[in-house]
Structure formats: structure tokens, C-alpha cells
């Protein structure tokens, strides 16, 4: 079974504090992805990884930066929280190949007070 | 521009009342069609991957469809333990990188 692990289910920060979030998947899959989540907006493209330190910027990668130093091991990184980034993360990891499907963590919600 | 819809946004059934779900695509070409479970506050479940019209993939009391426009989730019989949200992802032909397109989700709530 595809197994992705996120560090933390819940986590609670104040505003201007930098955030780690990290994946870890054991399924050897070169695509690892970030999404948020959020009622009525579904869910939207943070960064992607192709490979180890390759990155590429999604839909909404502003306030946002990532780390790939190991194929398994995707982190992302709110450099200074801000209260707009209270969401559900998501952490996704997918084989490189044509129609690949990809398989999610469990979710991080994140509060930014 | 791609895009996912997914309707209804939210289906409420008693318990064995069989309906569908649909989604609906404008792709220039498609790659994949993907469905996922999403139960409250937990990360998406894989349900199945269709790639051509026509294909039908089936489990348990779920059984997706896909045609050159639309995808069907059909829920036969469904049971109190099928409420979630029911989300499609699109693997368009033309993209740069393997991203996929989500659509917003149809809420099931099964009433016993």
C-alpha cells in the first residue's frame, strides 16, 4: 500500500512565525506535491517536485517555499505565517509516468493566529 | 482553459436509494480522470483511475464511468458509511508537468 505521512495533523502558529511542514512517502514515487484546502475553493496547487532539489511553482506558490534534499522527503515552508494561511495542506506523491494517479497524506490544519 | 465541475454540489439519500454523481470536463485532451473519497478533515482516498471512453472501473457498491465529456459515479445501494465528498481530478493531455485539475466536490450524505 502507498503510504504518505504528514509531521503533524494540527498545528497552531501566531502570525509572523516560520512554519515546517514535511512528507514523507515510501513508495520510491518522483512526483511529490502540495496542495491547500479550502471550503469553496476545492483544492489548489502550492509546488511541485519532480526529483530531488527540482522544484516547480502551482497555482498559488506566493508566501509559500519548498525543500526536496531526499526523493522521499518533500517539506513545505511558510517563510512568515500570515492569518490567510489557515488551511487544510496536503501532500501528494505520484510515479513519474503518463497517467499517474496520485495518492494523498492525511492533511495538515493549520491555524494561523 | 481547463476545467472540472462536479454537480450535485451537495446529495442528500436514504439509505439504498441509488444515485450518481457527476463530472464534467473541458480538457484539450485528457490523460486520466481520477476519483477520490475525502472524508471530514482527513486527506483524499484513491478510488479509481479511467483513461478512455467508455472504461468502467467498479468497487463495492461504487461504479465510474467516463465518456469524452463527463465521468458518472454511481452509488448502488448506498450505506450510511458511503457520506463523504467525492472529488474527480482531470490529468489534461497539454501540461507542462504532470498537475492535475480538481473539481470542487460533490458532498454525499447518506441517511439511514
Known amino acids: 500500500d502507498v503510504k504518505v505521512t504528514q509531521s503533524s495533523r494540527y498545528l497552531v502558529k501566531r502570525t509572523g512565525e516560520k512554519v515546517f511542514l514535511e512528507c514523507v512517502q515510501d513508495m520510491d514515487h518522483e512526483n511529490m506535491f502540495w496542495y491547500r484546502q479550502d471550503p469553496g475553493l476545492g483544492l489548489r496547487l502550492i509546488y511541485f517536485?519532480?526529483?530531488?532539489?527540482?522544484?516547480e511553482k502551482g497555482d498559488i506558490p506566493e508566501g509559500y517555499s519548498v525543500s526536496r534534499e531526499k526523493k522521499e522527503r518533500f517539506s513545505l515552508i511558510l517563510e512568515s505565517a500570515s492569518t490567510n494561511q489557515t488551511s487544510m495542506y496536503l501532500c501528494?506523491?505520484?510515479?513519474?509516468?503518463?497517467?499517474?494517479?496520485?495518492?494523498f497524506g492525511p492533511g495538515t490544519r493549520l491555524l494561523v493566529l | 482553459e481547463d476545467q472540472v465541475t462536479q454537480s450535485p454540489e451537495a446529495l442528500r439519500l436514504q439509505e439504498g436509494e441509488s444515485s450518481s454523481l457527476n463530472c464534467s470536463y473541458t480538457?484539450?485532451?485528457?490523460?486520466?480522470l481520477f476519483w477520490y473519497r475525502q472524508d471530514p478533515g482527513k486527506g483524499p482516498e484513491f478510488l479509481f483511475t479511467?483513461?478512455?471512453a467508455g472504461e468502467e472501473k467498479e468497487k463495492e457498491r461504487l461504479k465510474a464511468t467516463l465518456t469524452k465529456k463527463e465521468s458518472f459515479l454511481h452509488i448502488t445501494a448506498p450505506k450510511p458509511e458511503d457520506s463523504a465528498t467525492y472529488l474527480c481530478?482531470?490529468?489534461?493531455?497539454?501540461?507542462?508537468?504532470?498537475?492535475?485539475?480538481f473539481g470542487p466536490g460533490t458532498s454525499l450524505s447518506v441517511i439511514p
Open positions: 481530478a482531470v490529468h489534461p493531455l497539454k501540461t507542462s508537468y504532470d498537475k492535475v485539475i
Open positions: 517536485s519532480y526529483d530531488v532539489k527540482m522544484k
Open positions: 501528494a506523491s505520484s510515479h513519474r509516468a503518463v497517467q499517474e494517479t496520485q495518492y
Open positions: 479511467l483513461y478512455s
Open positions: 480538457v484539450s485532451g485528457l490523460r486520466g
